[in-house]
């Protein structure tokens, strides 16, 4: 093994959040290393050639943005194009496919006209309003301390009663989501498509009293305040490849194809990379990688479901954080299409539908049956799925032939599709049940098949790929198949916890004081934010001042 290096900073795992802190962290004048175990930088912030030999470019595995903080888009001079789309969703009727509910950010006329069509309760369509309207009073008041150093509970909800938003932070952060849900709408449909943002890769139900399912929902509406999730121009590759360019512009080593093998107590970190062993050595260690693998990196065991913080031969950090230890819940699908499927639902074109989030068997009592069913041990039926078209708001990341020839991407997001369902047995078969099981539920609001639209590479398969959590772990490093490196968090301390060092402010502290958390594990971690990025990034200047590249 090579002897030693020296840096100010060491970043395991290249991920958009590593490549964030990598960028803040040399533009201060640090010497930064960053090792990324994959070919390429990114992490699952990435865009691919999915397909073989077809010029289309997916967005594999995070879909939009909305957590990206201008702020950081400025400091680190990103040139990414953020596109905002008309449509919020559209979703079928499961009882009656030739009726949906669209919600059109363009034409609230007729967005009041579709609460009726599908057969809402009178004023439902005020009542839907007038609910998120609440909730944007909490979420405009909590995004700017995202990107500041932690408040405590109390100060967060004393910020919360000087915005107006008692009651929001009632609803959302104190009780159930699902007891508002219910108690202000009335719609099974409706219920189900505000239900959704608080599911979306978490296995919860409405009611659940860990409210796990609430801090999802608040993820999911905090964004720039408004909730609003735009689709990044050029793909998601395109927002990672600008933080990567951001990083080494300003100075810092990235390697790729670097797997790390070992970090150890006093800043060291072992790897390989070129066929050889390696060995440097920082002030500062910073962990993009789950907190479960950094644990395992640091040589500690493994934390096991359910057991109790600090106990005995359990890792300080996973255990300390049982979120940390939360299983993932979906099935992702990529597809590439010759054109957009007809609808049951002849009153509203193709481009309409799939132009927001696609709803598909999501009511409020699917969800929930979805739930139990998987609770059971077994997929759900039918499967609850959420549908984005990229192509639709950014044709870019098709060539100009299949753009010309009307072909459009689909990226399949399907719920209660917990980790416990999949193992290294079972995960051939279960990719194809789950594959089928998002073709049925897809089709179910069809109409046509959609198998029949599926473009055909040069080697005569179809344009589809599904990924199931074992898939999405060994691709890219998520335990469990976590897309939020485990349960997310409140982005807020209880009242009496310490903050007393520049980490625990920043929420990116370990039990190690050399090493920091700067990815979807850190507190205010998780989607596509550079968030995690930036605050530990933030904790090392703060604890040391920043220097000059002279």
């Not at 004023?123 to 405009?140: K, S």
């Not at 609001?445 to 990924?467: N, S």
């Not at 939020?484 to 009496?496: I, Q």
């Amino acid at each position: 093994m090579s002897s030693d290096t020296e840096f100010d900073a060491i970043i395991v795992g290249g991920g958009h959040n590593g490549l964030a802190a990598a960028a803040y962290l040399a533009k201060a004048g640090r010497d930064v290393l960053v090792l990324e175990k994959l070919e390429h930088a990114g992490g699952a912030a990435v865009s691919a050639n999915a397909f073989d030999g077809v010029d289309a470019r997916l967005s594999r595995y995070s879909y939009l943005v909305s957590l990206l903080p201008r702020q950081i888009i400025d400091d680190l001079g990103l040139r990414i194009t953020l596109a905002r789309r008309r449509y919020s969703s559209y979703t079928p009727d499961p009882a009656d496919g030739s009726r949906a509910l669209l919600v059109d950010n363009g034409d609230e006329a007729a967005t009041a006209a579709s609460f009726a069509a599908v057969g809402a309760p009178d004023g439902e369509f005020g009542a839907f309003t007038a609910f998120y309207a609440a909730c944007r009073q909490l979420t405009e008041a909590l995004w700017p301390t995202m990107t500041a150093p932690l408040l405590a509970r109390s100060d967060a909800r004393a910020l919360a009663a000087r915005a107006g938003a008692d009651a929001a932070w009632e609803a959302m952060i104190e009780h159930p989501i699902g007891q508002a849900i219910r108690r202000e709408l009335g719609s099974d449909l409706v219920r189900g498509v505000v239900l959704t943002d608080a599911l979306i890769g978490t296995f919860a139900r409405a009611e659940d009293e860990d409210l796990q399912q609430n801090i999802c929902f608040l993820y999911h509406l905090i964004g720039g305040g408004t909730g609003d999730w735009d689709v990044p121009v050029g793909g998601m590759g395109a927002v990672s490849g600008e933080l990567e360019r951001a990083a080494r512009d300003a100075g810092a080593t990235i390697l790729t194809s670097a797997d790390v093998t070992a970090v150890r107590p006093g800043g060291g970190v072992d790897y390989r990379h070129g066929g050889q062993g390696h060995s440097a050595t920082a002030r500062w260690v910073l962990s993009n990688v789950a907190p479960a693998v950094l644990d395992r990196l640091r040589g500690l065991p493994a934390a096991a479901a359910g057991a109790p913080a600090g106990a005995l031969g359990i890792s300080p950090v996973a255990a300390t954080n049982p979120n940390h230890r939360r299983e993932g819940a979906q099935v992702k699908v990529n597809l590439l299409l010759k054109r957009l499927p007809r609808l049951l639902d002849g009153s509203v074109s193709p481009e309409a539908a799939f132009g927001g989030t696609f709803h598909i068997n999501e009511t409020w009592s699917q969800l929930d049956a979805a739930y139990s069913t998987a609770a059971a041990g077994s997929v759900p039926s039918p499967l609850p799925c959420e549908i984005y078209c990229h192509s639709l708001t950014d044709p870019s990341i098709l060539s100009p032939e299949l753009q010309a020839a009307g072909a459009q991407t689909l990226t399949v997001f399907g719920l209660h599709v917990p980790d416990r369902l999949v193992t290294a047995e079972n995960n051939e078969d279960r990719r194809a049940e789950l594959q089928a099981a998002v073709l049925a539920s897809l089709n179910s609001v069809l109409a046509e098949p959609v198998e029949d639209l599926l473009l055909t590479g040069p080697d005569g398969r179809p344009c589809i790929e599904t990924k199931t959590t074992l898939d999405i772990e060994r691709a890219v490093g998520m335990p469990r198949g976590n897309i939020f490196h485990g349960g997310l968090d409140w982005p807020f301390v209880e009242d009496g916890e310490p903050l007393d060092t520049p980490a625990r402010r920043w929420g990116v502290s370990t039990d190690d004081p050399q090493i920091l958390l700067c990815g979807s594990g850190a507190r205010r971690g998780g989607a596509v934010s550079a968030i995690g990025g930036h605050n530990a990034a933030m904790a090392v200047l703060e604890s040391e001042p920043p220097l000059s590249h002279g």
